[in-house]
């Protein structure tokens, strides 16, 4: 299990000791709260409503697999004294928190409202949330570098608007939801979640935020490279901490139990024979 050094919490309240508990406890919790690890993609499935139930667990994994690389890198950083590392993974968490509650409140809940589910419907909202993307993969794999270049600067250089829109679309068929709208969406119940976020951009962009992450305090005197007293981002960590676990771990705990609830029960499932791939066919 993960765990914060001694060393660093020597340095932190008794409050953020405590949070830091939780912290560590909150990944063994979550994975075992679904019991999922690795799930290989199987294109190949029975009806439309196993194949959803199938895209749920290739989302369950993805998104804890995930939480678990952000909160690991997180202690790391903490353990290092790296503030820097600390705001990027909190950030990652927070973007992938709300992307999630995005597609349950605003995608998924109209789906199953009402009883009666468009089923293709349903499976082309997995498909956007397990495979969406804002990078043009296809040019990239097939390493159409030279294109990928013109298209940066034909999109820097074209002013019009509608036309990057439109050069976007055909470009890249399934885009993923803008993360700042996910955050958006959520800001309006919860304005701290915006907050959280832009103080994270700020301590991760070339800004005064990420200025004060590098510096210490010693002496009364503020110096910036390598530490030499008082971390001047620890003030930082102890006030966004509190923050970051009720909505990236708290909250966070709560979507991933919805998405689970998502799935088909075993008695819902025998609608369809007739075998289902990825094309549809």
């Not at 919490?9 to 979550?30: G, M, T, Y």
């Not at 290739?58 to 952000?70: E, G, I, M, R, S």
């Not at 419907?121 to 013109?150: C, N, P, V, Y």
């Not at 005197?221 to 676990?245: D, E, K, M, V, Y």
Request: proline share 4%; charged share 25%; hydrophobic share 40%.
């Amino acid at each position: 299990m993960v765990q914060v050094s001694v060393e660093f919490r020597k340095i932190c309240s008794k409050e953020v000791c405590a949070l830091l508990d939780f912290l560590e406890k909150s990944i063994p919790h979550l994975q075992g709260m679904t019991g999922y690890g690795t799930i290989t993609w199987q294109p190949e499935q029975p009806s439309p409503r196993h194949y959803h139930n199938h895209y749920v667990d290739l989302l369950l994994a993805v998104y804890l697999a995930k939480h678990t690389a952000y909160t690991e890198n997180l202690v790391n950083s903490l353990n290092r004294f790296d503030y820097l590392g600390y705001a990027l993974n909190a950030r990652s968490i927070i973007e992938s928190a709300s992307t999630l509650r995005f597609y349950l409140n605003v995608k998924y809940v109209p789906a199953f409202k009402g009883g009666s589910v468009n089923l293709l419907e349903l499976l082309k909202i997995d498909d956007q949330h397990l495979r969406g993307t804002r990078f043009d993969w296809e040019r990239f794999i097939s390493k159409e570098f030279q294109e990928m270049a013109h298209d940066v600067v034909r999109k820097i250089t074209d002013k019009n608007k509608k036309t990057k829109i439109e050069e976007s679309a055909k470009r890249i068929q399934n885009a993923q939801v803008n993360v700042l709208t996910c955050i958006e969406r959520w800001a309006l119940e919860a304005p701290v979640v915006m907050i959280l976020y832009e103080l994270l951009c700020e301590m991760v962009h070339p800004n005064l935020g990420s200025t004060f992450l590098v510096a210490s305090l010693q002496d009364g005197r503020l110096s910036f490279g390598r530490r030499s007293g008082t971390p001047a981002g620890h003030n930082l960590f102890q006030t966004t901490i509190g923050w970051l676990l009720p909505v990236g771990y708290k909250e966070f705990g709560k979507l991933i139990g919805a998405l689970a609830l998502t799935k088909y029960q075993p008695d819902e499932l025998e609608e369809m024979g007739d075998t289902y791939k990825a094309d549809g066919k």
